[in-house]
């Protein structure tokens, strides 16, 4: 058996840069500059999970638009193929697909991304999420089996923590919602540590500590 190498997008790192047609004509990843960028593949077209993920990310892409934020979907499929499935979901299941979805035939997106895992689908993207900050930096990702719907709402809530965390130079615990309380972050030296306690915070321990924003 040929040993087959994948490659994964870092952390923190640029997200790797593409140019690809799109049901909305061709796009590129810097297209996005200064926007936040949800990037979500599917296995195919047509197939009955995707159907429930798009549906949902369309309802909610209000919501992403107003935390700065676009929606790219992505398949091994062509355009024809995106058209023709984004109008049977309108048609079926009332939901219109507002976003472009990228047609990547050549799977040179999917293979930057590290959407094509052997053992889990050789000629298919598996659901893989990516976002994206307005600088082009890889912030979160995260890799769902072929049989498994992912949780828009829990993508909503991952950006929200981010965007948090960057306005503020907090953490969010497990779970946090907008308006719960966020996590401080622990001193450094050990003079600072000795000093928390007094600083008015929700204090725990000199790691940690909480407080309202």
């Known amino acids: 058996m040929t040993d087959v190498t994948v490659t994964f997008p870092q952390l923190n790192q640029p997200a790797p840069e593409f140019t690809a047609k799109t049901t909305h004509g061709v796009k590129s990843l810097s297209d996005y500059k200064g926007k936040w960028v949800v990037l979500f593949s599917h296995p195919a077209d047509f197939t009955p999970v995707c159907t429930t993920e798009f549906s949902a990310f369309a309802t909610r892409q209000e919501q992403f638009a107003e935390l700065n934020c676009e929606l790219l979907g992505l398949s091994i499929d062509s355009v024809h193929s995106h058209i023709a499935w984004a109008r049977n979901i309108e048609q079926n299941f009332g939901v219109k697909i507002g976003f472009p979805i990228i047609a990547d035939l050549s799977m040179e997106v999917a293979h930057k991304y590290g959407m094509i895992q052997p053992g889990a689908s050789d000629t ?90």
Request: charged fraction near 25%; avoid cysteine; glycine fraction near 6%.
């Open 124 to 213: 298919s993207a598996v659901r893989a999420t990516f976002i994206i900050d307005p600088e082009g930096v890889l912030r979160a990702m995260v890799y769902y089996p072929m049989s498994n719907g992912r949780s828009v709402d829990e993508f909503l809530r991952v950006l929200k923590a981010l965007q948090t965390s960057d306005t503020h130079k907090v953490a969010t615990p497990e779970n946090w919602q907008p308006g719960d309380d966020v996590i401080v972050p622990p001193p450094a030296t050990m003079d600072e540590a000795a000093a928390r306690e007094g600083q008015g915070y929700q204090y725990t321990d000199w790691y940690f500590s909480k407080k309202s924003l």
